[in-house]
């Protein structure tokens, strides 16, 4: 068994079907979105090929570009992020990791 | 001097004046835009701090989420991308890394 590491797929795609598809195929792989054009989760070195060749599959000639990046878990640890998402009332809620 | 690694900044912003702000702090740190809301280049510990104080002082209370991500040499020779861009005529002309 290959060893599993946590994936970015992160990508700039202007249509909207062939978005939605990669999106998809994201989820197919068990990756969440992490934002609106950004999935993570963990991957072996196989199920990666595979979703290389379904990316490419569905981008096919449509101008775009996707990015397919694993991270090793020090790097993943050195990850920061600020989030602020506003509740109910607007107010906002400020995270940071 | 403590050592550079390549860094990732990808964020979703709604608001047009933050996400322009966002990009040129950014482009301040000497990253490279490789999407429409990411960017890359080599930051060492320090520049990477700088830069994330920087970016949270940007996003202040307005809705959105940034992410910081260093990545080692080993990980950023892993990488892959698919990338289509339409030439002069509407041809497309595809790039694999």
Known sequence: MR???DTY???DIEDDRVRYQIANACKD???ERIQFSAF???LNANKRDELFLRLKKVMGEKPGKVLVIPICEKDQKARRSITVHLDADG???IHEE
Do not use: A, D, Q, R
Request: glycine share 14%.
């Open 9 to 11: 797929v992160v990508y």
């Open 40 to 42: 993570l989760g963990p």
């Open 29 to 31: 792989y068990g990756l």
């Open 3 to 5: 060893p599993e590491l």
């Open 91 to 93: 107010k906002p809620e």
